[in-house]
């Protein structure tokens, strides 16, 4: 499993590293700062158009306010990119505000969740969405 982390806070970062690394569940994490290079990345756009080095991911977790494009504008242009529009994109957020929840809700967000500081709780909420994903790999034939 490729996952796809578009956030530009470097301690968010460390975080969901440390978060995914210790679900245990096999993946490779790509990161980027920024919304303009989460679209680069996923169209294939140089410099990421070997696809060896940075494949396509399987999962997105997208920060709502980021330099360039924010949250919202990155996952607005997914789902009118039609190979991506099957892609879960998770927006991770300090944000709960529900004009936020409700923007993302209707442009056809996997799931919303709140960036909390509890690293515990944040490395749960990782696996839970790991475990899903994994568990909807499986059911596709």
């Given at each position: 499993?490729?996952?796809?982390?578009?956030?530009?806070?470097?301690?968010?970062?460390?975080?969901?590293?440390?978060?995914?690394?210790?679900?245990?569940?096999?993946h490779a994490?790509?990161?980027?700062?920024?919304?303009?290079?989460?679209?680069?990345?996923?169209?294939?756009?140089?410099?990421?158009?070997?696809?060896?080095?940075?494949?396509?991911?399987?999962?997105?977790?997208?920060?709502?306010?980021?330099?360039?494009?924010?949250?919202?504008?990155?996952?607005?242009?997914?789902?009118?990119?039609?190979?991506?529009?099957?892609?879960?994109?998770?927006?991770?957020?300090?944000?709960?505000s529900t004009?936020?929840?409700?923007?993302?809700?209707?442009?056809?967000?996997?799931?919303?969740?709140?960036?909390?500081?509890?690293?515990?709780?944040?490395?749960?909420?990782?696996?839970?969405?790991?475990?899903?994903?994994?568990?909807?790999?499986?059911?596709?034939?």
């Amino acid at each position: 499993m490729t996952v796809l982390v578009v956030d530009d806070s470097e301690d968010d970062v460390f975080m969901m590293k440390m978060a995914c690394k210790n679900t245990g569940i096999p993946h490779a994490l790509q990161v980027v700062p920024d919304g303009a290079m989460a679209m680069d990345y996923l169209s294939g756009a140089p410099p990421y158009n070997d696809r060896i080095v940075y494949p396509p991911p399987d999962i997105v977790f997208l920060d709502v306010n980021m330099p360039k494009r924010s949250g919202h504008e990155v996952l607005e242009w997914v789902r009118a990119q039609l190979q991506l529009k099957a892609l879960p994109v998770v927006m991770l957020s300090s944000s709960i505000s529900t004009e936020d929840v409700y923007r993302a809700s209707k442009a056809g967000i996997t799931s919303y969740l709140q960036k909390t500081s509890n690293f515990a709780e944040f490395e749960q909420i990782i696996k839970v969405v790991f475990d899903y994903q994994l568990g909807s790999e499986s059911a596709t034939p």
